[in-house]
């Protein structure tokens, strides 16, 4: 062993003061980032409305300009029936397909593929068209969702 005068020390007690004093700095970085943390605030209710109330305030009239030119699908159905694989290879030029709907029954009108009214055969300047005779209610409409 060497010897060592006094207030002299040896690399290992440096090595461990170094340590000490990186520690302690390392100790008061965490502590002043983390000493708000804890702070409480406090914490409000937050009221909404009901959708049943309506703001009789506020005038806004209704503009439904912004949705009048979103293309919509309407199709007309004649009538449905169901047959076998068999008996449609059997069609050709000139076969009748027998349709579940009687003669003279009103037409379906499908808007966006949802029945929406029904109506009967008319001519048009020698086109097809459909006379409305029945609009479906919103609540016949909700129950064949």
Avoid at 84 to 92: A, F, H, K, S
Avoid at 109 to 131: H, I, P, Q, S, T
């Amino acid at each position: 062993m060497t010897n060592q005068k006094s207030g002299e020390n040896s690399p290992a007690v440096n090595t461990a003061e170094a340590g000490r004093e990186n520690l302690n700095s390392d100790v008061k970085d965490v502590h002043e980032a983390t000493k708000n943390v804890n702070i409480r605030k406090p914490v409000k209710k937050v009221e909404f409305s009901s959708f049943d109330e309506t703001d009789k305030t506020a005038e806004s009239p209704k503009n439904l300009d912004f949705i009048l030119d979103i293309p919509l699908t309407i199709s007309v159905e004649l009538g449905r029936t169901k047959m076998v694989i068999n008996d449609m290879l059997q069609l050709g030029q000139g076969s009748v397909i027998e349709l579940a709907k009687l003669a003279g029954e009103p037409l379906d009108v499908y808007v966006n593929g949802k029945l929406m009214a029904r109506g009967e055969v008319v001519l048009v300047n020698d086109k097809f068209g459909v006379r409305l005779t029945d609009i479906i209610s919103p609540a016949e409409r909700i129950k064949t969702l």
